[in-house]
């Protein structure tokens, strides 16, 4: 299920108390990342928190997140890369909502 789709769903369900929890697992995605949280923090549905797993970059990703100042976004980084899966992981164990989306680093 994409993004779009999940905002379309917690509208229809009149969500107003919900909250998604958005995991994107990234590596070395500095080139196309802040088009991927533009489009995320452009969602008709606002209320969601944003974790970003950075599976050990050595490029730009962290500055390149580290610009937005969203309060929904939460930055993670790993110490050695250890894969998406793990990333992902790392992000449930993060969770804070029931609902929970993944979106990859490089979708819009």
């Known amino acids: 299920m994409t993004i779009r789709n999940i905002t379309m769903r917690c509208m229809e369900l009149n969500m107003n108390e919900s909250k998604v929890l958005i995991i994107i697992p990234t590596y070395n995605k500095g080139y196309i990342i802040e088009k991927t949280i533009k489009s995320i923090l452009n969602q008709s549905y606002q209320d969601f928190e944003l974790i970003i ?56």
């Open 53 to 108: 797993i950075d599976d050990c970059s050595s490029d730009n990703t962290r500055e390149v997140i580290e610009k937005f100042e969203d309060k929904r976004i939460k930055y993670i980084k790993l110490e050695k890369n250890s894969g998406a899966n793990k990333a992902r992981n790392i992000g449930i164990q993060n969770a804070r909502y029931e609902l929970i989306a993944f979106h990859d680093s490089n979708e819009e």
